[in-house]
C-alpha cells in the first residue's frame, strides 16, 4: 500500500559523475565506414522530490558528452584549391562527384569511399576522425521505487531531457580541425535507468545508476551515434 512520507523526507539533492558510451546500434556509416564507440565523461547535479514512498519526480543539470569515430576516412587536404570538387586534374576520369562538406573547416574535404575511388591515390590520405558533441542537459524524470529494506532502495527511472550545446570538437588523428557544420544547437532524447542505493548515515546515500540514454537529433543530415550507454555513481542527502 502506497503512503505518504513527511517533508522532512521529501526532497533530496545527489552530486554524481560518471563514465558513457556512445553506440551505433543502427549501423549507420560516415562517408561509406562504419561509426564506431566513443567512450566519454558525465557530471551533474539533480534534486528529487517524493511524492510519496513509491513514486517521485526529480530534475537538474548534466555535462554529458556524446561522440563517435570513423577510421580510415579518405580526405584531402589542400587550401589552395578551392574547386576541388568540380577540377578535372584531380580525377582519373571524367564523374560527377558530390562531396559534402563536413567540418567548418574548408582545409580539410572528406570523400566516401566511392567518391575515393574516382580520385588519384596521390592526392588523397587517409585518417581517423573523432567527433564529441558535449551538451548542458536538463533531465525531467520520474522514478518508481521496486524495493526498499534496511539500508538499500532499488528505483527504476525514465523521462526525458533536452540539451543545448556548448562544444563541438572535430578531430583528424588526434589534432583538432575545427567543428561540425551540421550540429543542432538543441537536442532532445529520452531516458532509462535503474539507482541502487545504500544508506551511509541517516540521511546521507551512495548510489551507482546504470543507464542508458538516446538523442533524437544531434545532426542535420548527417548520421551519428544516438544510442548511449551510462554508469553514473555519487552521493544523495535528504533534507
Do not use: C
Not at 561509426?35 to 548534466?62: C, E, M
Amino acid at each position: 500500500e502506497t503512503t505518504t512520507v513527511s517533508n522532512a523526507e521529501k526532497w533530496s539533492l545527489e552530486v554524481f559523475a560518471g563514465v558513457a558510451n556512445s553506440e551505433n546500434i543502427s549501423k549507420d556509416k560516415t562517408l561509406g565506414n562504419a561509426n564506431q564507440s566513443k567512450q566519454t565523461n558525465t557530471y551533474g547535479v539533480k534534486t528529487n522530490y517524493k511524492l510519496n514512498k513509491k513514486w517521485a519526480v526529480s530534475s537538474g543539470l548534466k555535462i554529458n558528452e556524446l561522440g563517435q569515430s570513423v577510421a580510415n576516412v579518405s580526405y584531402y587536404n589542400n587550401p589552395k584549391v578551392s574547386s576541388f570538387p568540380t577540377t578535372s586534374d584531380y580525377l582519373n576520369h571524367s564523374v560527377a562527384v558530390t562531396i559534402p562538406q563536413i567540418t567548418n573547416n574548408s582545409s580539410y574535404v572528406f570523400v566516401s569511399n566511392n567518391t575515393a575511388n574516382s580520385l588519384k591515390s596521390e592526392n588523397l590520405s587517409t585518417g581517423n576522425i573523432d567527433q564529441s558533441l558535449r551538451y548542458i542537459e536538463m533531465p525531467l524524470e520520474v522514478s518508481y521505487a521496486l524495493f526498499n529494506k534496511n539500508k538499500t532502495s532499488i528505483s527504476l527511472n525514465t523521462g526525458g531531457f533536452v540539451g543545448k550545446l556548448i562544444s563541438n570538437r572535430v578531430s583528424l588523428d588526434g589534432n583538432s580541425i575545427g567543428s561540425n557544420l551540421e550540429a543542432n544547437d538543441f537536442v532532445y532524447g529520452s531516458l532509462l535507468s535503474s539507482t541502487l542505493q545504500y544508506r551511509l548515515y541517516k540521511k546521507t546515500h551512495v548510489f551507482v545508476e546504470p543507464g542508458m540514454n538516446y538523442y533524437i537529433n544531434p545532426l542535420n543530415n548527417q548520421s551519428f551515434n544516438q544510442f548511449q550507454w551510462a554508469f553514473n555513481f555519487g552521493l544523495n542527502v535528504s533534507f
